[in-house]
């Protein structure tokens, strides 16, 4: 069961889509550590809710749709 923290990460991936791991984290992080939001966004990839790629020095992220399936974004090469 997802708290309101991972609500609101997964809510930031969704309206930012193919932002860095770092981009998305950072207004949380008054709240938990970095290392905890990371790895936070590892279990939200490991149970399929969302995708990285890892681009140069930086790990995008990207949402899936409710069946797990890439994104329009994701699909059309936005990264």
């Given at each position: 069961m997802l708290d309101e923290l991972d609500q609101e990460l997964l809510r930031e991936i969704a309206r930012n889509p193919g932002a860095s791991v770092i981009e998305v984290v950072r207004p949380f992080l008054g709240r938990k550590?970095?290392?905890?939001?990371?790895?936070?966004?590892?279990?939200?990839e490991h149970y399929g809710l969302i995708r990285t790629k890892k681009q140069r020095y930086r790990v995008r992220v990207f949402p899936r749709d409710r069946g797990g399936a890439q994104t329009s974004e994701d699909e059309e090469g936005r990264i």
């Open positions: 550590s970095l290392r905890a939001l990371r790895d936070r966004i590892g279990s939200f």
